[in-house]
């Protein structure tokens, strides 16, 4: 029966390319999914590892006993096993460029480069005290070059209970510029390296080191040098490893010792496969059932059912090995191209690939296995009956044979049983009973679409009377095999189910971050100082609001303090004018006889002390949770600015902006604000910054799970494509006879065009029924237990998926109807 099998590749070739096309994706996602994991660990390496790489051990302190003391370091320069030694002291502090602060960080010096883990790109390394260099990226972005002057200040200790009121702050000069480190924990921060005693100023206490790094002299063996150092070292160390046991150490630590990515983007490569296996699993439907006659006669002359079954096995053994190879092979090209693409950014010149064993063999095991596996259904139907009997079609999954009514009762009983968890997890905020109930329930539905699938499709077929003749024969022909119409939408209704579910969930829980922003925050931005610090002048406060994108800005003014019931709390004023600009919602707008209170405070009348007077003021609830009451500055005057009050509390500045800045422009605003005002830039906060935030991170997930989903609906549209091709082989015959009882090539490739854009659009408008309502549940389960959860359904979205899967249908009617319309009707007829 191999010779059998060998047959239907030299013979039938094109049949199988569906099946090598839909395994081969399936196994390039599962088997990139594994390389994208170890080459995230192998970047890592190369990235977190530069800071010692050049080190032959690194000396870590424990941090429940403290850092590591300048007693520990002088023992382990003077060891007889260590040639050189660097004790790390790195610290976070900021840094005043020209008119902005950034975050940064700053190390001392090695006492010698053969340790520095940082390449001096220009200029020379800092001679004194008074000197730094600089990383390239914030350099580039804040125009500094050798010579410019930076002030950097250590603010840890400012403000905070026995801290200073001042920060320590050394006006340093820029003498060169260094490449910028790639390790992840320096990700976003400027970085300085300056001397030991630059460091020394800027620290308020004995800080001791973060580690020591190490190069042995020759001839001294690891083993030898940690064993020496372990003595040497009079304090508990956590440990002393090579930089490459370090690096492994950091990475596990950096990842929590988990994969959450890879299980993430595994379980969209689960989806794929799945979806591959129903293609495979009608595409051997479709050719068993093409072949009944030729299996009933190797039946008839001998063969045993056990032969024919081995013959078609065979067939899906070979296929599969042959696609997952491909996979491997692609997903191998692939992964290698992003990354040299990659490397070439300088922020990703640490990028490396790592292919390991797991992605070959997991990808060529799991894809032979699914292909075999997903063909032992139709191997077992071309067995199950008598020879003759094999020469009459197959039942469909139906009421009427014990297969099916099993399949039908399971799936409906997964759809009532998983629907309900579904609705009460939904209700409930409860998403460990949601998740699980969701899942079932779909499971149901693919298991019961043959209820439903094959009826929509007719229903939607009287849509295409309209088209004469061919959309009669459309309609008929796509509800002809139930079973195969069934199989094929469900494919696609999986895909689609998903990425509609992304879409309106992602759109729901848009619209509950923002609900809950516009409660947290009365107005769009929010800017101010330290306690104690000066006040921002008015000269900042005129140009902040000169920039584009500010619509207003107003500074409140600290008028007193508000007692409500058993709650005190700062008053600050807003003028009527500015409370009408800045505040969209009234009732977070004081009156001249009112005060707003914060939202949860229950309170009628609030007593007001400003200075010497006290005033009795009738309570209002704002919809917002500030930590202070507003009041009316047109009926108060600001307090006095000797008041003691003002070293505790800092007066806001508020500012709206224009609604149709995006979230690019957001950010950018932020920084110029912050540059213009002259504070840090994570004193500047406010609703539209955190929904910009949240919309881009939501935005980057939609964009990144749709197109990981894509690989499915392609998949399933490979489905589409296959299952006409075969039922174009199947019924050449009968559109031979039509072509010759008059109908055209045009109308034989509408009618077939219609056929697809039929099912296609069915399943599309079946899954994105069912996107919605998981997507608005999932949210719900998700988010239900802190915000408040409205179905938001992206028409705009939904109808973009569904046009784009009908056109795709469409467009995979192509190849079968140009080679159904090009075959003449006198060589179709002759055909058998």
């Not at 590749?9 to 594994?34: D, E």
């Not at 067939?315 to 490397?343: K, P």
């Not at 002390?609 to 003021?617: D, E, N, R, S, W």
Request: charge should be neutral.
């Amino acid at each position: 029966m191999l010779q059998v099998a060998l047959s239907q590749f030299k013979t039938h070739p094109r049949r199988f390319v569906a099946i090598t096309l839909a395994v081969l994706l399936a196994v390039a996602f599962l088997s990139a999914t594994l390389m994208v994991n170890a080459s995230t660990k192998a970047s890592l390496k190369a990235s977190i590892g530069q800071g010692y790489a050049s080190a032959d051990l690194v000396i870590s302190p424990d941090f429940a006993d403290g850092p590591l003391t300048a007693a520990s370091a002088a023992k382990v320069a003077t060891d007889s096993a260590v040639a050189q030694s660097y004790p790390q002291h790195s610290m976070h502090l900021q840094a005043d460029v020209g008119g902005a602060s950034l975050q940064a960080s700053l190390r001392n010096l090695p006492g010698t480069t053969a340790l520095e883990p940082a390449e001096l790109l220009s200029g020379a390394w800092p001679a004194n005290d008074n000197e730094v260099v600089v990383d390239a990226v914030t350099a580039r972005k804040n125009a500094l070059t050798a010579g410019d002057s930076v002030s950097l200040s250590d603010q840890s200790g400012v403000n905070q209970p026995g801290g200073n009121t001042a920060a320590p702050s050394v006006q340093a000069t820029v003498s060169g510029i260094i490449a910028a480190s790639s390790d992840p924990m320096s990700s976003g921060l400027a970085q300085f390296v300056g001397t030991a005693g630059a460091v020394e100023k800027l620290t308020t206490q004995d800080a001791g080191f973060g580690m020591i790094t190490v190069k042995l002299k020759p001839g001294v063996s690891v083993a030898e040098a940690k064993a020496s150092l372990a003595a040497a070292v009079e304090q508990p160390v956590d440990s002393i490893l090579t930089a490459d046991e370090k690096t492994t150490q950091d990475v596990a630590g950096f990842t929590g010792g988990q994969d959450q990515l890879t299980i993430v983007l595994l379980a969209f490569a689960a989806v794929a496969l799945l979806v591959s296996a129903l293609v495979v699993t009608n595409t051997f439907s479709v050719l068993v059932a093409q072949r009944t006659r030729e299996l009933a006669l190797l039946r008839c002359v001998g063969a045993s059912r056990k032969q024919v079954r081995n013959s078609v096995i065979v067939e899906a053994l070979i296929v599969g090995f042959f696609a997952s190879v491909l996979g491997v092979l692609v997903a191998t090209g692939t992964m290698a191209l992003i990354l040299t693409l990659l490397s070439h950014n300088p922020d990703f010149a640490f990028a490396t690939l790592a292919v390991p064993p797991s992605a070959i063999v997991a990808g060529i095991v799991v894809g032979t296995l699914l292909t075999v596996l997903a063909a032992l259904v139709p191997a077992r139907a071309a067995t199950a009956v008598a020879p003759l009997a094999a020469l009459r079609p197959v039942d469909d999954a139906s009421m009427h044979n014990r297969g099916g009514r099993i399949r039908l009762t399971l799936g409906v009983v997964l759809i009532l049983g998983g629907g309900a968890g579904l609705v009460y997890g939904g209700l409930t905020a409860n998403l460990l009973l949601a998740l699980p109930a969701g899942a079932a329930s779909f499971v149901g539905i693919i298991l019961a679409a043959t209820l439903f699938v094959p009826k929509l499709v007719a229903l939607a077929g009287t849509l295409t009377r309209p088209a004469g003749v061919p959309g009669k024969m459309a309609a008929a022909n796509a509800v002809r095999n139930p079973r195969r119409t069934t199989a094929t939408a469900s494919a696609l209704l999986i895909g689609v189910t998903l990425v509609t579910m992304m879409m309106s969930g992602a759109a729901t829980a848009r619209h509950a971050f923002d609900t809950q922003l516009d409660g947290r925050y009365p107005v769009d931005i929010t800017a101010q100082t330290y306690p104690g610090e000066p006040a921002i002048s008015s000269a900042r406060i005129a140009a902040a609001a000169a920039l584009p994108g500010v619509a207003h800005i107003a500074a409140l003014d600290l008028v007193g303090t508000v007692t409500a019931g058993d709650t005190q709390l700062p008053a600050y004023g807003i003028s009527d004018v500015d409370a009408s600009a800045l505040l969209a919602n009234p009732a977070n707008r004081p009156t001249r006889t009112s005060a707003v209170l914060p939202k949860g405070i229950d309170s009628d009348s609030a007593s007001l002390v400003a200075g010497a007077q006290t005033t009795t003021l009738t309570a209002t609830p704002a919809t917002t949770y500030d930590m202070f009451a507003l009041v009316s500055l047109d009926a108060f005057g600001p307090l006095a600015a000797a008041d003691p009050l003002h070293q505790q509390e800092v007066a806001p500045l508020w500012i709206s902006v224009d609604p149709s800045l995006d979230t690019n422009a957001l950010m950018d605003l932020r920084t110029s604000l912050a540059s213009s005002l002259g504070v840090s830039e994570y004193l500047v906060s406010g609703a539209v910054l955190e929904k910009a935030m949240f919309n881009q991170v939501i935005d980057m997930m939609l964009l990144v799970v749709t197109g990981l989903l894509a690989v499915a609906v392609v998949i399933a549209l490979i489905g589409v494509a296959n299952t006409l091709s075969l039922s174009v082989l199947e019924r050449t015959r009968e559109n031979s006879l039509l072509r010759a009882l008059g109908l055209t090539r045009g109308q034989l490739r509408g009618m077939l065009a219609l056929e697809a854009v039929l099912i296609a659009g069915v399943a599309a408008i079946i899954g994105s029924t069912l996107g919605c309502v998981y997507g608005w549940l999932g949210a719900k389960a998700a988010l239900g237990e802190f915000a408040e959860v409205t179905a938001v359904i992206p028409w705009g979205q939904i109808i973009a998926v569904v046009a784009v899967a009908a056109f795709a249908g469409l467009l995979a009617s192509v190849v079968p109807a140009h080679r159904a319309a090009k075959l003449s009707p006198v060589e179709g007829l002759a055909m058998d």
